[in-house]
C-alpha cells in the first residue's frame, strides 16, 4: 500500500517515479527450489549442503549426509572424484555425462554431474547431479510396449489367419491316418503334432491381445509368498530362495493375478539362469521415492514408489540381447520362443507400473516399480 501511495503522489508532483527495493532469495533458499540434487562439498568431500533432491538421489536427510563424505558413497577411484579436482585446480566449472555411481550404497546410473567452486568457502566446490536413469526407464517401457502391441497386432492375425487352416489340416490328417500304411500313419501323427505345436504358439501370441485388466489393492508379500511356493514345489524345489521384504510396505495397485503371472515368470526365469548347484534367487521388496510417471490422455501423474525385485546369481544377460530383452522372440534360451518377457512386459505396462533390467556376471536383477492405491480405492476396469 505504501508503495502505491508512492507511486501516486510521484505521479501527482510530475517527480521520477522512485525505484522499489528488489528483495532476492538468498542462495539457499535457490538451491533448495533446484528441481535436481544438489550439494555442497568442502575440501574434504565432506557434505555442508544438500537440497530436498539431493536427499531422494541419495536417500539420506540432509542432517544425516552433513555427517557423511562422499567418499562413503562411491569407490576412491571414480571418475567423480577426477572432475572434482579439476574444478579445484583450475578453479572453474566442470562437467561430466553418463556417470555410473555404483556402490553398496548407491546405485544410479546414466547420471550428469555439474561442478563449480565456491569462493567463499576455499576449496568447496557446488556439485549438482542430475539422474538420468529414470528417464532412460521410461523411455524403454514406452519401447517395451510399442514392441508389445506389435506383438497384440501379430497374435489377432495370426488367430483369424492361422486357426482355421491348422484346423482342416489336422482333421485332413486324421481321416488320412484311418488308410494309411504303417509308414504313412507315423507322417500323419507327425503333421498333426506340429499343427498342435503351432496351435500352440498361436495360443501364447493371443495373450497379447487388447483385454481390460480390473484393478485393486494387493498385498504384494502374499502374492510373493504365493509364487515361492509354486517355484519350490516345482521348477525351483533344487535352489535356495531367499526373502527380504519390507514389512511396513503398503498395499499396491494392481491385479492380483497378472502379478502372480509375471512374478512367476520371472522367478521362472531366474531358476533356468542360474547353476543348478549352487544358485540362488532373492525376493525383495523396498520403497523408494521419486518415480513418477504421466497417465496417457491426462495431467494425472503416478507415484510408483512401491518396488519389488527379483534377483538371481546366475552369469547374466548377455550384451547383444539387453536392449531388446523384452521384445517378442528375443530368447537366449535353446528352444525358447521369446514370448515371456515381452509378455511380462505388457502386463506390467498395462497395470500403469514399470519393469526395468540390471545385469552383470552373478547378478540379474529385475525391477517393478507398482503404484500405490489412488486416494479413493475402489475396482477399476482399466483397457489394457
Known amino acids: 500500500m505504501r508503495a502505491t501511495a508512492l507511486t501516486r503522489a510521484a505521479r501527482a508532483l510530475r517527480l521520477p517515479i522512485p525505484a522499489l527495493p528488489v528483495v532476492l532469495p538468498d542462495s539457499v533458499a535457490v538451491l533448495g527450489a533446484l528441481p535436481i540434487a544438489a550439494v555442497v562439498l568442502d575440501a574434504e568431500d565432506r ?28 569407490p576412491g577411484d571414480h571418475r567423480l572424484f577426477a572432475m572434482l579436482a579439476q574444478v579445484r585446480a583450475h578453479d ?66 495370426l488367430a483369424h489367419e492361422v486357426k482355421n487352416p491348422l484346423s482342416g489340416i489336422r482333421g485332413a490328417a486324421q481321416l488320412l491316418e484311418q488308410g494309411a500304411s504303417e509308414g504313412d500313419r507315423e507322417l500323419c501323427q507327425l503333421i498333426q503334432e506340429e499343427v498342435d505345436r503351432i496351435r500352440n504358439l498361436v495360443e501364447r501370441m493371443d495373450m497379447f491381445s487388447e483385454r481390460p485388466v480390473e484393478q485393486a489393492e494387493v498385498n504384494i508379500h502374499e502374492v510373493l509368498d504365493h509364487v515361492r511356493r509354486i517355484a519350490l514345489s516345482g521348477f525351483a524345489a533344487h535352489l535356495k530362495i531367499h526373502q527380504d521384504y519390507d514389512p511396513s510396505l503398503p498395499p499396491v495397485w494392481g491385479n492380483r493375478d497378472l502379478l502372480i503371472q509375471i512374478l512367476l515368470n520371472l522367478v521362472k526365469n531366474a531358476a533356468e539362469a542360474v547353476d543348478s548347484r549352487d544358485g540362488e534367487i532373492w525376493l525383495g521388496t523396498g520403497y523408494h521415492h521419486g518415480v513418477r510417471i504421466a497417465v496417457p490422455g491426462s495431467r494425472e501423474r503416478v ?23 523384452f521384445e517378442p522372440f528375443v530368447t537366449t534360451k535353446r528352444g525358447g520362443q521369446g514370448l515371456g518377457l515381452a509378455l511380462v ?34 475396482r477399476t476396469g482399466v483397457a489394457a
Open 47 to 74: 557434505f555442508r549442503f544438500a537440497n530436498p533432491a539431493a536427499e531422494l538421489f541419495f536417500q539420506h536427510s540432509a542432517a544425516s549426509l552433513q555427517s557423511h563424505s562422499l567418499g562413503e558413497f562411491l
Open 92 to 157: 572453474a566449472p566442470v562437467s561430466d555425462h553418463d556417470l555410473a555411481l555404483e556402490s553398496p550404497r548407491l546405485r544410479r546410473l546414466g547420471v550428469a554431474a555439474h561442478g563449480a567452486p565456491l569462493p567463499e568457502m576455499p576449496g568447496g566446490v557446488v556439485l549438482t547431479l542430475q539422474d538420468g536413469s529414470t528417464a532412460q526407464m521410461l523411455d524403454r517401457q514406452l519401447n517395451f510396449r510399442g514392441a508389445a502391441r506389435s506383438a497384440s497386432a501379430m497374435a489377432a492375425m
Open 303 to 325: 507415484d510408483l514408489p512401491l518396488q519389488v525385485v527379483v534377483r538371481d546369481n546366475g552369469p547374466g544377460i548377455p550384451d547383444q540381447v539387453r536392449a531388446t530383452l
Open 345 to 378: 512386459a505388457k502386463l506390467v505396462a498395462d497395470q500403469g507400473a514399470l519393469i526395468e533390467c540390471d545385469t552383470r556376471p552373478g547378478r540379474t536383477s529385475f525391477r517393478l516399480s507398482l503404484p500405490v492405491p489412488p486416494p479413493n480405492p475402489r
